[in-house]
């Protein structure tokens, strides 16, 4: 059973700094990796998607990069903003059906 | 271009009560999802239509819950009976095949 892990659960920073978000999941065997944002009250934007051959995957200041075969995913915010402010949740495949197992997300908050 | 759709965007029931919550897609995306989320249970999968293959109902929690999805398009998740514990918020979601999956804002469903 695939099972998601993300770390920190919570993160508070200064504007202007580089940030690190983690995601480990159990088996190894994905097709992609999503990274998506999570305003409160608001539905799931998608950020990246890694797909299993690609080692990472860039968005302006986003870079997310995956490493299959140790079951670990990064998200990189370069130069953070307190508009970044959100939940940021990383997914992956059941099957081939996209049926995605999410983790818990990180809860990241940017003081202006 | 259109979003995903949910309606209502907040729904306040009586314990008992059934319930149907509306998705509409984005046109043209094969693939169509629900998921839940709630608070302790983070998000987890529900049922996943794709195409005019037969629905994977396997995340749904019990025989109240029934989904369906005509003409290929909108789809409808029906919760009979609803008990406490269904409180949650409804997420769509809908994509093509191993494409990012858009989300819509939700539907909130608050139990009596």
């Known amino acids: 059973k695939q099972e998601v892990t993300q770390i920190p659960a919570a993160l508070s920073v200064p504007e202007g700094e580089n940030l690190v978000l983690n995601c480990s999941f159990t088996?190894?065997?994905?097709?992609?990796l999503q990274w998506f944002r999570q305003d409160p009250g608001k539905g799931l934007t998608s950020l990246l998607l890694i797909q299993s051959s690609q080692r990472e995957q860039t968005s302006g200041r986003l870079n997310a990069s995956l490493d299959k075969s140790s079951g670990r995913s990064t998200l990189y915010i370069a130069a953070s903003q307190p508009g970044d402010s959100a939940t940021y949740l990383c997914?992956?495949?059941?099957?081939?059906?996209?049926?995605?197992?999410f983790g818990a997300g990180t809860i990241l908050r940017v003081k202006s | 271009g259109a979003g995903v759709s949910q309606s209502p965007s907040n729904k306040v029931t009586e314990k008992g009560k059934d319930v149907e919550l509306r998705c509409d897609p984005i046109?043209?995306?094969?693939?169509l999802y629900w998921y839940r989320q709630s608070l302790g249970q983070g998000l987890e999968f529900l049922i996943y239509?794709?195409?005019?293959?037969?629905?994977?109902k396997s995340g749904l929690p019990s025989d109240r819950f029934s989904a369906e999805r005509t003409g290929g398009s909108v789809s409808t998740l029906t919760i009979q009976r609803t008990q406490q514990e269904d409180s949650a918020v409804y997420l769509c979601?809908?994509?093509?095949?191993?494409?990012?999956?858009?989300f819509g804002d939700g539907t909130r469903l608050s139990i009596l």
């Open positions: 979601a809908s994509s093509d095949p191993n494409q990012p999956q858009h």
């Open positions: 239509f794709q195409g005019n293959s037969a629905p994977d």
């Open positions: 088996d190894s065997a994905i097709y992609n």
């Open positions: 046109s043209g995306h094969t693939a």
């Open positions: 997914a992956v495949p059941m099957e081939y059906g996209n049926k995605l197992v």
